[in-house]
């Protein structure tokens, strides 16, 4: 099989299970919300300000390897730090529901960071070797879909799973997956395209080439160091901060946020907790599709994020007079906010080449952990100082409306063509 067919074959093949990864992945950062709304602090006899603190404490973990990361998935192999980072992120995500003492539990949801953070680069980085400029956001969109993919079907599982077993084993029955699957990985993901025994050798040289040849239009870089002359590289790491700030205060404190506001059971909680999810997968599959058609980043990005911390903004204006209409403007804000993941992290690839660009998304995602750090603590201070989560939605709603206007600073792409041929697509 030839051609646009056999290229086909990477959508069939690697993205079902570069998907299922990341979801597993997201399962052991989201679910924290859910035993934090199931009462873990009385379980654990600790302040709700330490339940915030031990919320974020996950990202601090995170923040640490993320450069070191994709210094080695980009020389080395992507697919084997993913392989070791699957088991470590299931052996200590399932210990969340083990460990009784505080402090330990800090170690472990440091640790849990730790695994974590080696999953992102990795998986951008792989994505560069296997799909080509046109492809590329909708290719960063099905790995990013993991996200909220996971928190929808997580929300709708966890609240029945915790009223069924105690959010204690339900921890450990979310990190059993993750060990299993890497087994699976490893088998089926490949770094390059000619390691793959399911793509024909013409189809593998096919595509190697479209992937060399986008790489003779960059700039060249000497190292990371050199990228951070380039100002969109600072631009994108400030706007990703503030995007970070409000996704993470969102996905982790979500649970509590629609507890306290709607008075209903976990079960239901779990169930009115997915649908700014839900309408963010919509959302990011038609947003991407369009960013690969245009071949523009840049427009699908600010408005969606701007829209985002307006609608989380009626949501604060409202939520202590009806619960309902904060919550629908809840919704639009969730999927707002988780639109333009596609096309922004296509942007990096397409501004610097291959030898820093991994180092270069990393660092950004690197100042989204310390987003997700100042995100899920705030919100969770501010729900435990205030005793509303309004506070938290403004806090929110700035952050996003933040980012939005940081992306309007960046400069468009020179697209400079690499030859007069057709681009490849499949």
Known sequence: MRGAAGLRRRWLYLMPV????????????????????????????ITESRVAFLSSAFFLGYFLFQVPAATYATRRSATRLVFFALIGWGIFSGLTGVIRQFWLLVVDRLLLGVAESLIFPSMLILLTNWFTRQERSRANAILILGNPVTVTWMAAVTGYLIQAAGWQMTFILEGIPSVLWAFVWALVAHDHPGQAHWLSADDS??????LALEQTTLPQYKNLLATLR???????????????????GLVQWIPVMI??????????????????????????????????????????VWPFLMLSGVALFCSYAVAGEN?????????????????????F??????????????EVMALVNTCGALGGFAGTWLVGALHALTGSSRAGYLSMALALTAAGAVTLCLRPQASKPASGREPLRA
Not at 230 to 248: I, R
Not at 278 to 295: H, K
Not at 332 to 337: E, I, K, N
Request: with cysteine; hydrophobic share 55%.
């Open 18 to 45: 570069v998907f299922v990864t990341y979801s597993l992945a997201y399962l052991g950062r989201s679910n924290f919300g859910f035993g934090a709304a199931a009462g873990l602090a009385q379980s654990l006899h």
């Open 205 to 210: 040289e096919q595509l190697t080439r479209a």
């Open 230 to 248: 380039n100002p969109g590289v600072t631009l994108l790491c400030v706007q990703y901060f503030f995007w970070s700030l409000g996704v993470y």
């Open 259 to 300: 507890g306290v506001g709607s008075a209903r059971g976990i079960e239901t909680v779990g169930l009115l907790s997915a649908a700014p999810f839900l309408l963010g997968v919509l959302l990011m599959l038609v947003v991407a599709y369009f960013s690969d058609r245009a071949l523009n980043r840049k427009i699908f």
């Open 323 to 343: 619960f309902w209409l904060a919550y629908v403007a809840l919704i639009v804000a969730g999927g707002f906010m988780y639109a333009p993941y596609g096309p």
């Open 345 to 358: 992290f296509a942007i990096m690839p397409e501004m610097l080449p291959n030898a820093v660009a991994g």
